[in-house]
Structure formats: structure tokens, C-alpha cells
């Protein structure tokens, strides 16, 4: 590092921050580079509420700061919600099996449980407290219709709403049985239950009665009555401009449901996400990783759907090399600071000089999906490799990247595995391979032996129904083709390739360009590279690449 470069060896341990958010709120707190983003998504103005990014694009670290730098927010968790109760309740399972709609039964759920945080951030209120003075302050309000309704909600909740989120939803449960019952007729002259069982013996038309009257329940749900309360608190609670609110949502992607409950619940806080705009100077911020909006959106979606109705509530995180150049060089600063001496320490002090005219920060965020966990995890990796030395050489960032490398192949997988099973093959068509390719790279060995491997994984997708049409009957002699079209979308999809359709058109990379290419795109593809991130992983063919291996004639 300069003059004193060699006072200082690297240590063991030393990192520039934790891959998880929440394991790295210590640097998080001195080390966080707004690019703008916070500007947008803590304006209580502004519509965008949903953040979407890809895995380690920095989402959870945004709503941290945003929780961290203002008194009136609240962080929910998934997983402190009971989803799981209502997932296993009779009430859901009677309902899915006679095929009625639950939308707004999560719409209801999502909205009262907001409806309390909002308060509980307002007032203060805590559970076991006495919160009399919300009910008697609305009741001064006068005695308009809508009014006397959000009264009467209030008062219905009065013993139950200030518990626990979790509690309130077996209340709602509990409650909303107790209506399907009445109004179905359960017991003597009806159904003998709300279970599965209980309807698998039903005659067509008493069935057809059941699913009418169920539906019935679910319609005249008090999601009205809520709206009308959303009013009354606009008028009443959230008036003072220069007080915001916010409840922050985040770990969506995590096991707290089924996909299929998940995915519906999910959509219906979208949902809520836009009716609660309506409350001045409030905002729902959530959290949503890219390839689960997607699969919210493909499981849910119905007649009529439009994704773009969508597209202003939206808040894509996006960054760009300057952009993580500017992370780590605060991250390096600040972490040489605790660690060794005062001043102010930068990347290059720290990191080898140009060689062969390829720049250290160049080569390493190249190999990168330019998110802040890819680029933080090689440098991590760099300084393990350079553990007793006073600097990072060339030599250690290339060892370093043979570990980064499979690291992050692995947790592409991870993170894709759910929306695109064949994930965990599709990798396989590129082992050994040079990283620029044509379709005819591809000889038929190559994807017959890919193809097999669709038969060992769990779950569908169009590459494993690809891949079983090849086997069948009446495969057609096109049918390996068509396989090969379907890895390499699922390819480009999750990062591993970058795809040109010929002439002067650039490489298109779905991390940079459009997220998705369709099968006519595929079709008139010309080349195809893959990533750098992958090089090490994949053992790719490096003979003839320009800087995969950079000469190093230091001893560091």
C-alpha cells in the first residue's frame, strides 16, 4: 500500500463485508452507497414499491438502511407470519379442493395485518397495552356511513387487534370458518364438514350449491369495511407530511410457504401494495427477487391480466461498473481503517497494477453479473488467496478466481432452480468448451448425454419436456434441436450466456439487455460467449482467450 505497503500483511480473516445483508449491517451502516435508489423508494410520493432484483443486487441492504434511518418503520417477516397454519387449515384445503378463489381472502389478510402495523407505527401501540383511545378518537369523528363502519370493524377487532401479526391471522381464520359453516350448512340437513372428505361424495349438484354458497362467503368478505377504515385513518392519523411511515417486507424468497401459497400470497400484497397508496404519507416497501415476481406472475395470472398495470410499482436495482467501483473503494477504505491505520486506503494501493494492459478492478467485475455480492465475494476470495501478504497479486486474484467461479455457478442454481429445474444440467452443454461459440458447437453426443440428465431431476419446466420428447414414440428428428433451443434460453435467462444475432448487433447479456429472449430469437442467434463469471467453473477451453490467463512475474 504505497511507502507503507509493506508494514501491514493481510490477515486471515480479513473480508470486505458479508454476502448477507443482514450478517453485514456493521459495514452496511458506513459503507452504504446510495446511487439514487434511496431517493426514490423513501418517497412516500413516488408510486415504485416494489423492489426487484436478482440475487445479491443489494435489495435487503436497501430496506436495512431504510429501517435503519427512520424511527417510524417496521420490517415484517415472512416467516413470522403463520402462513403455514393456513396453509394446513381445513378451511384453505376445503376451499382448493372445490375450486374457489381465495384472491380476496389474501387481499383481506394482507390488508388487516397492514392496517394494524400502520397503527402500531402511528400510535405506538403495543400488545397487553390499553389502545382504547384509537376507538374513542374515531368515534368523535362523526356519524357519516363509512365512518360508523370503520367504528364497527374496530370494535369487532378490539380484543385481538394489537396482538401479535401471527395471532390475527388464526383470528381471521378461525372467524371466516365459522361463516363458511353457517352459510353452507354444515352439520344436520348439510355437508358433515369442511374437509376434503366431506365434499368427494357430493352429488354434481350438490357440489355446484356448496361451491356457489362458498363463493358467496368469500365475496362478502369485510374487505369493504377495511377500505372504508383506510379512509377514516387518512383523514384522522396520517395527515402530519412531515412524518413518514413505512413498513419494509423482505425475505419473500425464503421457505415460508409452499410456492403455490406463496405465489398467491405474494400477488395479493402487490395488490395491497396499490390500494394502500391511498394513505398519505405511508409507504410498503417490499422486496422481490426477480425470478419469483416472474413465477408470481406466470402462476397467477388470469384473463385479462396485464403485467404492465404493474410496471410503476415496480423499482428494478440496476447497477453499473462505476457504480460497484464505488462500493468497494469505500468498502476497502473503511475495513484498512479498522484494520491497520487511519487514512484513507484505495482499491489500487491495495490490488496489483495494470498488466498486459488489463486493469485488476477491469478484469474482476467482468467477471461479475455486476451485483455488489459478486464482486464482494471475489475480493474476499482474493484475500484469502493473499492471506500473510502485503498485497493482492495477479496470482492471487487468478486462484481466487477458480473458487469465485464454482461459488457462483453453484448459487446461479440455487437461485434459478425453482423457476428453471433444468438449471442443474443445462450448465453441462458448455463443460470443456471454448467461452465463444456457434449452435454448431454442439455436436449431438454432446446433447444426448445433457438430455439424459433431465430424467434425474425433480419438477417440469420446457427444457425437461424437451428433453422427454426426444425419447418418445414419436420424437421427430428435430426434436434434438429443439432441446438445444431450450437449454440455451434457460442459459442466457439465468447469466451464463450472452447471445448475437449477427452483423453489427452486440451481444445481449440478461443481466444488461432484456431479461428473456424467446425462441425465435434463439433461432437467429449467430454466436454465443459465455460469461466470464463461469470460465473456471465450466473448465472452458481458454487457449485462445485474450485474458484469462494474464502473465504474473511477481513473487507477492
Not at 409507504?283 to 403485467?307: H, N, P
Request: with cysteine; aromatic share 10%; charged share 30%.
Amino acid at each position: 500500500m504505497g511507502d507503507s505497503g509493506g508494514q501491514f500483511l493481510i490477515k486471515k480473516n480479513l473480508k470486505l463485508g458479508d454476502l448477507d445483508a443482514e450478517t453485514d449491517q456493521r459495514l452496511l451502516k458506513d459503507c452504504f452507497f446510495d446511487k439514487g435508489d434511496m431517493e426514490v423508494i423513501a418517497d412516500t410520493e413516488e408510486p415504485e414499491s416494489v423492489v426487484v432484483g436478482r440475487t445479491g443486487s443489494g435489495k435487503s441492504a436497501l430496506l436495512l438502511k431504510l429501517a435503519i434511518e427512520n424511527d417510524k418503520a417496521r420490517v415484517l417477516d415472512p416467516n413470522d407470519i403463520s402462513i403455514k397454519f393456513l396453509e394446513n387449515s381445513d378451511i384453505i384445503k376445503f376451499f382448493e379442493s372445490i375450486g374457489v378463489k381465495l384472491d380476496l381472502f389474501y387481499k383481506l389478510l394482507w390488508r388487516h395485518i397492514l392496517t394494524i402495523e400502520f397503527l402500531k407505527l402511528r400510535y405506538g401501540f403495543k400488545e397487553g397495552e390499553n389502545n382504547s383511545g384509537i376507538l374513542q378518537r374515531l368515534t368523535e369523528l362523526g356519524a357519516s356511513k363509512g365512518k360508523k363502519k370503520a367504528i364497527e370493524y374496530f370494535n369487532k377487532w378490539n380484543d385481538q387487534f394489537w396482538v401479535e401479526t401471527d395471532k390475527h391471522l388464526k383470528e381471521i381464520v378461525e372467524k371466516f370458518t365459522d361463516e363458511v359453516k353457517g352459510e353452507i350448512g354444515v352439520g344436520v340437513g348439510g355437508i358433515g364438514g369442511i374437509s376434503v372428505a366431506d365434499v368427494e361424495g357430493l352429488t354434481q349438484e350438490r357440489r355446484h350449491e356448496v361451491v356457489n354458497k362458498a363463493n358467496r362467503v368469500v365475496s362478502q368478505l369485510q374487505i369493504r369495511s377495511l377500505s372504508e377504515v383506510i379512509d377514516v385513518l387518512s383523514e384522522e392519523s396520517f395527515k402530519d407530511f412531515q412524518q413518514k411511515y413505512y413498513i419494509l417486507i423482505d425475505k419473500l424468497d425464503e421457505d415460508w410457504a409452499t410456492t403455490e401459497t406463496r405465489c398467491l400470497f405474494v400477488r395479493a400484497l402487490i395488490e395491497e401494495v396499490k390500494f394502500f397508496r391511498k394513505l398519505s404519507n405511508t409507504k410498503i416497501v417490499v422486496a422481490l427477487r426477480e425470478d419469483l415476481l416472474q413465477k408470481v406472475f406466470d402462476m397467477t395470472r388470469g384473463s385479462g391480466f396485464q403485467q404492465e398495470k404493474y410496471e410503476s410499482y415496480l423499482y428494478p436495482l440496476k447497477w453499473g461498473k462505476e457504480d460497484l467501483r464505488i462500493l468497494i473503494e469505500k468498502r476497502v477504505s473503511e475495513v484498512y481503517k479498522r484494520q491497520y491505520e487511519k487514512r484513507d486506503v484505495k482499491f489500487d494501493e491495495v490490488f496489483p497494477s495494470p498488466k498486459q494492459g488489463v486493469v485488476a478492478f477491469s478484469f474482476m467485475v467482468e467477471r461479475t453479473l455486476f451485483r455488489p455480492r459478486d464482486i464482494l465475494q471475489f475480493c474476499n476470495e482474493c484475500f484469502v488467496a493473499s492471506y500473510n501478504k502485503p498485497r493482492v497479486s495477479w496470482r492471487s486474484i487468478r486462484s481466487a478466481e477458480h473458487k469465485y467461479s464454482q461459488k457462483r455457478l453453484q448459487s446461479i442454481i440455487e437461485e434459478w432452480v425453482d423457476h428453471y429445474p433444468s438449471v442443474r444440467f443445462v450448465p453441462e452443454l458448455f463443460y470443456g468448451l471454448p467461452p465463444n461459440l456457434k449452435k454448431s458447437s454442439f455436436g449431438d453426443s454432446r446433447i444426448n448425454e445433457v438430455a439424459s440428465r433431465a430424467f434425474e431431476v425433480e419438477g417440469k419446466d420446457a427444457c425437461i419436456e424437451a428433453a422427454e420428447k426426444m425419447v418418445s414414440a414419436d420424437a421427430k428428428s428435430t426434436s434434438g434441436k429443439e432441446f438445444l433451443v431450450e437449454c440455451l434460453k434457460v442459459a442466457y435467462r439465468v447469466g451464463i450466456i450472452g447471445v448475437k444475432a449477427g452483423g453489427n448487433n452486440p451481444f445481449f447479456w440478461a443481466h444488461i439487455d432484456k431479461p428473456e429472449i424467446s425462441k425465435s430469437e434463439i433461432n437467429r442467434v449467430e454466436k454465443i460467449k459465455v460469461h466470464k463469471m463461469f470460465y473456471h467453473a465450466l473448465d472452458l477451453n481458454l487457449r485462445f482467450d485474450d485474458d484469462a490467463f494474464i502473465e504474473d512475474d511477481s513473487s507477492l
